[in-house]
């Protein structure tokens, strides 16, 4: 598994400023504040896999007693991950924002989740058995 250091807190750290930047100003630029329903939704992905791994069976034993709490957990993140890839998409298919803000916020929007993705990644513990 990576460690993680100083540099790499700060690239990822520049990473999803960068992020915020490109949703924040595909609001600010076109006048339309919806596109920040895209962060709401990036920064709740990964609830649901952290609520159902603490729900799972810690037992190693029998790996068929927790898989469904897991894979519902998994469910809910992939659902919220593609609604913040298409809510800005549909708000843009309908006219509520410009093609532009719609790239703006997608962009930023996969910066954002790539990040904390990132940040779960360099920061797991390791189980020692």
């Known amino acids: ?5 100083l540099k790499t807190i700060i690239a990822l750290s520049f990473v999803l400023a960068v ?9 600010a630029l076109w006048h339309a504040y919806y596109p920040l329903l895209v962060v709401a939704t990036y920064v709740l992905a990964p609830v649901p896999n952290w609520i159902c791994s603490h729900c799972a069976n810690p037992d190693d034993f029998v790996e ?4 469904a709490v897991l894979d519902l957990g998994r469910f809910c993140t992939g ?6 890839l298409a809510l800005p998409m ?3 298919h309908s ?3 410009e093609v532009p803000a719609m ?7 996969l910066l954002i989740y790539g990040t904390i993705i990132s940040f779960a990644m360099f920061f ?3 189980q020692e058995f």
């Open 103 to 109: 790239i703006m916020s997608v962009i930023g929007g």
């Open 19 to 27: 992020g915020f930047l490109l949703v924040i100003l595909s609001c």
């Open 90 to 92: 549909i708000l843009a």
């Open 95 to 97: 006219g509520i924002i």
């Open 79 to 84: 659902f919220l991950v593609v609604m913040g």
């Open 124 to 126: 797991q513990e390791e």
């Open 64 to 67: 068929s007693s927790g898989a």
């Open 1 to 5: 598994m990576p460690q993680a250091g």
